[in-house]
């Protein structure tokens, strides 16, 4: 959870560091057990607050302005995609929306019953991926930021990545190119195709793990 200084000169860096002070201030709470975070929408609302908390602290100019949005319809490749949080800084005329998307995984669902799928899980990580890729593609974010959170130990350090659910590898330490994945999950057909490259880095606190994971473009240099 790497972040630049949230005093930047420029607010789009300014904001893409609130995502990241808020993210780390969030694994820290939830890992103290100060917040508890039982499913997907909870995780999105209890982040939402403290990133709009530190929004409101970092426009600096009053040609500035920051807005936050859940759940935000956008127009993608003719079909409609709701992005997790939407988070859009405006100066002057300019605007530069940021896409967060947000997957949390815990062993036990809310009525206390132990959860499988994890197959599923993990595909739908990747899908996030696509997905933010999208949205910079069709102009519609000019950043996408992946927030994970489980507490699930065995999708971080496996003890053996036997089975085709593990082409969706989410491990800490993967580092996940360029391509296109097609590997059937839960019986029904995938298609993924990722344009960057992205590397997986756990943070663990408390019983929990944290990931927060932007692409990059990819060359054959590296």
Same mark, same amino acid.
């Given at each position: ?83 997790? /949080? ?13 896409? /967060? ?54 999708? /971080? ?66």
């Amino acid at each position: 959870m790497n972040y630049l200084s949230i005093e930047a000169e420029r607010l789009p860096d300014r904001i893409r560091s609130a995502v990241s002070l808020a993210w780390s201030l969030f694994a820290k709470k939830v890992g103290g057990r100060l917040i508890s975070i039982n499913k997907e929408a909870s995780m999105q609302l209890q982040y939402a607050y403290i990133l709009q908390q530190i929004l409101s602290l970092i426009v600096f100019d009053e040609k500035e302005a920051v807005t936050l949005e859940l759940e935000e319809s956008r127009l993608v490749d003719g079909s409609l995609c709701e992005i997790d /949080i939407l988070v859009t800084g405006q100066y002057s005329d300019l605007l530069y929306p940021i896409a /967060i998307e947000l997957k949390c995984y815990k062993t036990y669902s809310t009525t206390g019953g132990k959860r499988g799928a994890t197959d599923i899980f993990r595909k739908d990580v990747y899908e996030d991926f696509a997905i933010l890729e999208r949205y910079i593609e069709s102009n519609q974010t000019k950043a996408g930021i992946s927030l994970i959170m489980t507490d699930m130990e065995s999708l /971080i350090y496996p003890k053996s990545k036997k089975g085709k659910c593990w082409d969706y590898d989410i491990s800490d330490g993967t580092i996940i190119y360029p391509g296109r994945l097609m590997t059937p999950i839960g019986g029904k057909p995938v298609e993924i195709e990722l344009k960057k490259q992205y590397t997986l880095k756990w943070l663990q606190y408390g019983s929990f793990w944290f990931a927060e994971i932007e692409g990059n473009a990819f060359s054959f240099g590296q």
